[in-house]
C-alpha cells in the first residue's frame, strides 16, 4: 500500500471538521476549567491525537497524562474487566480530571476508567469524547463534552485504528469493505 487513503472507502468527517468541533469545545472547555489547573488524560493509544490538538485549542494551562488500558472478553462481548497496561504518572487525588477519548463504543472502557479515577480521590471526573456510536453503548457513561455522533460504521483516522493502522490518516474515514472483509470489528 502506498498511500494512507489507498484503502479508505469514503470520508466522514474531515480535517476542517474535526479541527472545528474540537475549537468550539475547547473553548467551552476553557470556561469551565479556568482557574481549576485541570489534569487532561487521554486512553493510550486511539486518544493521542484528539489530546494533542484538543489541548493546544484550549486557552488555559493545563496538565496531561496517559494511561495504557487493555479490555478482556470474548470477541463480541467484552467483560467489562479492564487492566492497567501503563498507568498514570500523575496522583489525582484532588484533581479535576478531563478524560480526553477518541471514541466511545460499548462503553466499557470509559466507565471502568472514571470508577477507577474517583477510587483514587480525583475531585471531579469528565469526559470529552470526540466521536460516539449511541448504536454500540452498553453501559451508560456521562458523558460531558460532545463531537460527533456517528452511525454504527467501523471508522478509521486522527487515531482510531484498524488492526493498528490508519491512525495518522487526519481525517475520519470508512475503510473499503474488503480491508476488514467479515472481521469482528471490535
Ligand atoms: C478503542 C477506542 C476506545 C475504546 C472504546 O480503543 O480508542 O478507547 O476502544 O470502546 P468501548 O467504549 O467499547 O470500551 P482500543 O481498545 O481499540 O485501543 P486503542 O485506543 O489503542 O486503539
Ligand atoms: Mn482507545
Ligand atoms: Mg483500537
Known amino acids: 500500500i502506498a ?13 476542517a471538521g474535526i479541527a472545528s468541533k474540537i475549537r468550539e ?3 467551552q472547555a ?5 482557574g481549576k ?3 487532561l488524560i487521554a486512553v493510550l493509544k486511539g486518544a493521542v ?3 494533542a490538538a484538543f489541548s493546544q ?16 472478553g470474548s470477541g463480541t462481548e467484552s467483560s467489562g474487566t479492564v487492566t492497567i497496561r501503563q498507568d498514570l504518572s500523575t496522583d489525582v487525588r484532588g484533581r479535576h480530571i478531563l478524560i480526553v477519548e477518541d471514541i466511545i463504543d460499548s462503553g466499557r472502557t470509559l466507565a471502568w476508567l472514571v470508577d477507577e479515577l474517583k477510587r483514587r480521590g480525583a475531585a471531579s471526573v469528565e469526559i470529552f469524547a470526540l466521536l460516539e456510536k ?20 467501523f471508522v478509521v ?11 495518522n490518516l487526519d481525517s475520519i474515514a470508512v475503510l473499503k469493505p474488503e480491508v476488514y472483509q467479515g472481521d469482528n470489528q471490535a
Open 49 to 51: 491525537n484528539t489530546i
Open 134 to 153: 449511541p448504536a454500540r453503548r452498553e453501559v451508560d457513561v456521562d458523558v460531558k463534552y460532545h463531537g460527533y455522533e456517528i452511525p454504527d460504521e
Open 3 to 15: 498511500d494512507v487513503q489507498d484503502e479508505i472507502d469514503h470520508e466522514l468527517i474531515s480535517k
Open 30 to 34: 476553557s470556561e469551565d476549567y479556568r
Open 57 to 72: 485549542a484550549l486557552s488555559i494551562p493545563v496538565q496531561l497524562d496517559f494511561m495504557s488500558l487493555s479490555s478482556y
Open 157 to 167: 483516522g486522527f487515531g482510531l485504528d484498524y488492526d493498528e493502522r490508519f491512525r
Open 25 to 27: 469545545v475547547a473553548a
Open 37 to 39: 489547573n485541570p489534569l
